[in-house]
């Protein structure tokens, strides 16, 4: 796992440089969102978290496309009470801002009595001839309601009206390391703004920000995000999706996003010829 091609490079505490697989498909020369997402949320984790307690939300703010340049991310710790650890992270390059974060840690313990409705169905799982693949490839898997055949790694097969979603292999966000479930999570989660603003001409929507709520840490070494809804009204979109594995859901993600139509990317064509 350590010897695959990683995001970043880390080139001292808080710093790290990003590699070309950190590239934007917005714009190869800033870094893409679940890159940075996922850098963010390492810094808070390894920070902040402790003993006992788990990640329980993520909320990330990305005001500025960040260049494909070295990247610092200096965190601080807000609150660390008995049940309840708060920080947050700002990530910058050359003293300019692009992106802000804040984690909340919570206390593991007993469930309480009872019982509670929760989702009726549980999202589905790729077969495993094609999971097979995900190593081989290094791309994820993509699924729609409308493929006949549910899971395919070309997106051109997906792209039209209905629910899609993703499974991903993990990969390293930092080079000779391998990531936390935690951090793992931040990286898929960030493909909610694809799941949910992908629609019949491709993505015209490009996401601000992510909220990754999680009950349970994943398990294993691969993560599905599904579509829940999707919601838009004059350029301003916001959509919700399900981050599961292998035995069932973990978490929500949230996302707000932007219209982007001049630079929109279409799917059902190589990503060289789409509309930028």
Same mark, same amino acid.
């Given at each position: ?110 469930? /309480?009595? +009872?019982?509670?409705?929760?989702? @009726? ?8 001839? !094609?999971?097979?693949? $995900? =190593? ?12 006949p ?77 599904e ?9 301003v ?11 069932? /859901?973990? +978490?929500?993600?949230?996302?707000? @996003? ?8 279409? !799917?059902?064509?190589? $990503? =060289?010829?789409?509309?930028?």
């Amino acid at each position: 796992m350590i010897n695959r091609p990683a995001f970043f490079d880390h080139t001292g505490e808080g710093n790290f440089t990003p590699t070309p697989l950190a590239a934007s498909p917005w714009n190869p020369r800033t870094v893409s969102g679940p890159a940075l997402c996922g850098l963010l949320a390492r810094e808070l984790e390894v920070n902040h978290s402790a003993e006992g307690f788990q990640p329980a939300r993520l909320t990330i703010d990305m005001f500025k496309p960040a260049p494909a340049e070295p990247l610092r991310v200096s965190t601080t710790e807000v609150r660390a009470g008995n049940r309840i650890i708060v920080a947050d992270a700002l990530l910058t390059s050359g003293g300019i801002e692009f992106a802000r974060a804040s984690a909340v840690f919570l206390k593991r313990s007993h469930q /309480p009595q +009872g019982e509670i409705w929760q989702r @009726a169905t549980t999202p589905p799982t790729p077969p495993e001839i !094609l999971v097979a693949q $995900l =190593e081989q490839h290094g791309v994820p898997l993509f699924g729609s309601d409308i493929h006949p055949d549910g899971w395919s790694m070309d997106m051109a097969q997906h792209q039209g009206v209905s629910k899609k979603r993703m499974w991903s292999r993990v990969i390293s966000l930092v080079a000779d390391e391998t990531p936390s479930p935690f951090v793992h999570a931040a990286i898929v989660g960030e493909a909610a703004s694809l799941v949910t603003n992908w629609g019949s001409e491709g993505v015209g929507f490009i996401n601000a920000d992510l909220t990754l709520t999680l009950a349970r840490m994943p398990r294993g070494t691969d993560l599905g995000i599904e579509t829940d809804n999707h919601l838009s009204a004059d350029g301003v979109a916001t959509g919700s999706a399900v981050l599961y594995d292998q035995d069932g /859901p973990v +978490g929500m993600c949230v996302v707000t @996003a932007v219209s982007n139509a001049a630079r929109q990317i279409d !799917l059902g064509r190589p $990503l =060289e010829s789409s509309s930028r």
